[in-house]
């Protein structure tokens, strides 16, 4: 089956810091892959998306690249700020049909000021 | 444009008790998906329904669990009876079609807590 595996947290940057959170995945198909973010006391939402191999994702500052060679989906900004604190989730859905998204466990990001 | 509503926000009750989730979705959105996050964990797929039928149930413990979706629109979980094990948040999440490109649309989610 389908799965997601994302590092574990939690991540302690400093504001200004270059981040990355890896995440690779295991797929039978081709899927389409997610960044979804949850800030402290909000709901889930999408912070971006990439369907298909070599696509990049971007929104707020944060970027990922979907890499079929290496199955990776790495999430990355070059600056942090202390509003960017929140737990980010890895996801990946197949393409058509049953669509529902498996998730990794969540990283949970802290940015000091 | 108003979110995905779902009630009751807290729930605790006693195990062997029953307990339903109610979600109304986007409006619009013809694909519906209840999910379980365990604390610590990321959410798992439950079940999803395009328009009034199930795609997907393969992850719905059916036993005890089990959702519909009669119109099309609002949807119900119950579970019944409930287990220690089965504390969590259920999360409901809509998108417009089922075709694994649109984003999922997430509730604020109802937090189960049993004794």
């Known amino acids: 089956g389908n799965s997601v595996t994302q590092m574990e947290g939690p991540v302690t940057l400093s504001e200004e810091a270059f981040l990355t959170i890896n995440c690779t995945y295991t797929a039978t198909g081709y899927p389409s892959l997610f960044w979804y973010v949850q800030y402290p006391g909000e709901g889930l939402q999408l912070l971006l998306k990439a369907t298909k191999a070599d696509d990049k994702g971007s929104n707020k500052g944060f970027e990922a690249t979907y890499r079929k060679e290496t199955t990776s989906f790495h999430l990355e900004k070059g600056s942090v700020q202390v509003s960017d604190s929140a737990v980010y989730f890895c996801?990946?859905?197949?393409?058509?049909?049953?669509?529902?998204?498996?998730f990794g466990k969540g990283t949970h990001l802290i940015i000091q000021p | 444009e108003a979110g995905v509503a779902q009630s009751p926000r807290y729930k605790i009750i006693e195990k062997r008790q029953s307990v339903a989730f109610w979600c109304n979705p986007i409006?619009?959105?013809?694909?519906l998906y209840w999910y379980q996050q365990i604390l610590g964990q990321g959410p798992k797929l439950l079940i999803q329904f395009q328009n009034n039928g199930v795609v997907d149930d393969s992850q719905l413990p059916k036993d005890r669990f089990s959702a519909e979706r009669l119109k099309g629109v609002d949807s119900t979980l119950k579970i019944q009876p409930a287990k220690l094990e089965d504390s969590a948040v259920y999360l409901c999440?809509?998108?417009?079609?089922?075709?694994?490109?649109?984003?999922?649309?997430f509730g604020d989610g109802t937090r189960l807590s049993i004794l």
């Open positions: 409006s619009g959105h013809a694909t």
């Open positions: 999440a809509s998108s417009l079609t089922g075709a694994g490109n649109q984003p999922q649309h």
């Open positions: 996801a990946l859905s197949e393409k058509g049909g049953a669509d529902g998204l498996t």
